[in-house]
């Protein structure tokens, strides 16, 4: 979960049992169910066996080792309170996720020299390190910007096999990215100005109608207890419409107690389209 109160003690998401030492990167191996082939629907996934005559095991990791980027936008709200959270990257295995988070900035066209302060827990001492114990890499771009990147372990709910590239899992054919559900808590009863938010991957989803069907149905048997509560029910909403909570979130909500809550549906490729380097 991430949980940020102020500027100085920002932190991404991570989970607080997950080990993270960065210096030798030793992963913490994942435990794996099987699955056998039929379990998954045929033609759809690609060609994991050798012999068609034989009934090959599926390996179906439990848990899902994602990397979080947060983005502070301090450059327009000094406050804080500015901030988005994006998945970029799933790995089925916690060493390929923690190499991949290392140089996930460097996908999105960023290199080290273009920013004011840029560290990682890889190349600094841990006695020194002043940016969280669950960030991995710290960016704060010369305008104010400031990208964390982390590691967010998650039950793997939706069985999704591994064998796909670079240990991550293996999807349908023709389908290059997975669905993320997110949930946003702004706390303002913490902090009025809105910096104290925290962020929690809900699920993730092969398909699109199933994320956003899982988005709508999140909070819903709670919509009672709400002093607000928006939704949008329809996947193709213009986003240029009249719906003030962002093009990717499908649920807004606010408590008697004052606590805001937005339920997202967001991609890879949209957090490129939104935060790689454009020029």
């Given at each position: 979960?991430?949980?940020?109160?102020?500027?100085?003690?920002?932190?991404?998401?991570?989970?607080?049992?997950?080990?993270?030492?960065?210096?030798?990167?030793?992963?913490?191996?994942?435990?794996?169910?099987?699955a056998k082939k039929?379990?998954?629907?045929?033609?759809?996934?690609?060609?994991?066996?050798?012999?068609?005559?034989e009934d090959t095991?599926?390996?179906?990791?439990?848990?899902?080792?994602?990397?979080?980027?947060?983005?502070?936008?301090?450059?327009?709200?000094?406050?804080?309170?500015?901030?988005?959270?994006?998945?970029?990257?799933?790995?089925?295995?916690?060493?390929?996720?923690k190499a991949f988070?290392?140089?996930?900035?460097?996908?999105?066209?960023?290199?080290?020299?273009?920013?004011?302060?840029?560290?990682?827990?890889?190349?600094?001492?841990?006695?020194?390190?002043?940016?969280?114990?669950?960030?991995?890499?710290?960016?704060?771009?010369?305008?104010?910007?400031?990208?964390?990147?982390?590691?967010?372990?998650?039950?793997?709910?939706?069985?999704?096999?591994?064998?796909?590239?670079?240990?991550?899992?293996?999807?349908?054919?023709?389908?290059?990215?997975?669905?993320?559900?997110?949930?946003?808590?702004?706390?303002?009863?913490?902090?009025?100005?809105?910096?104290?938010?925290?962020?929690?991957?809900?699920?993730?989803?092969?398909?699109?109608?199933?994320?956003?069907?899982?988005?709508?149905?999140?909070?819903?048997?709670?919509?009672?207890?709400?002093?607000?509560?928006?939704?949008?029910?329809?996947?193709?909403?213009?986003?240029?419409?009249?719906?003030?909570?962002?093009?990717?979130?499908?649920?807004?909500?606010?408590?008697?107690?004052?606590?805001?809550?937005?339920?997202?549906?967001?991609?890879?490729?949209?957090?490129?389209?939104?935060?790689?380097?454009?020029?």
């Amino acid at each position: 979960m991430y949980i940020s109160p102020c500027r100085e003690t920002v932190q991404p998401l991570t989970d607080p049992e997950l080990e993270l030492d960065c210096h030798d990167c030793k992963a913490t191996q994942s435990s794996f169910q099987v699955a056998k082939k039929h379990s998954i629907p045929e033609n759809t996934m690609a060609d994991t066996t050798t012999n068609n005559n034989e009934d090959t095991a599926v390996a179906v990791p439990e848990e899902l080792f994602h990397t979080i980027l947060t983005v502070i936008d301090y450059h327009t709200d000094t406050s804080g309170s500015t901030r988005t959270v994006y998945v970029l990257g799933t790995h089925t295995s916690l060493a390929a996720a923690k190499a991949f988070t290392l140089h996930a900035l460097q996908d999105l066209k960023y290199e080290p020299e273009d920013f004011a302060v840029f560290a990682t827990r890889a190349t600094t001492p841990a006695e020194e390190w002043k940016y969280g114990d669950g960030v991995l890499v710290y960016a704060e771009a010369p305008a104010g910007q400031i990208f964390l990147l982390g590691i967010d372990t998650k039950p793997n709910t939706e069985s999704l096999p591994s064998g796909g590239p670079d240990n991550t899992p293996l999807l349908p054919r023709d389908y290059t990215h997975l669905h993320y559900v997110m949930q946003n808590k702004t706390d303002y009863n913490q902090d009025k100005s809105g910096a104290y938010q925290s962020s929690e991957i809900e699920g993730c989803y092969v398909y699109r109608a199933d994320a956003v069907n899982a988005a709508l149905a999140l909070l819903a048997p709670d919509k009672g207890e709400f002093a607000q509560y928006d939704e949008r029910t329809s996947v193709h909403d213009d986003p240029e419409s009249d719906w003030p909570y962002g093009e990717d979130v499908f649920v807004h909500a606010v408590a008697e107690t004052g606590e805001n809550y937005t339920v997202a549906v967001r991609t890879v490729p949209g957090a490129h389209k939104r935060y790689a380097k454009k020029h």
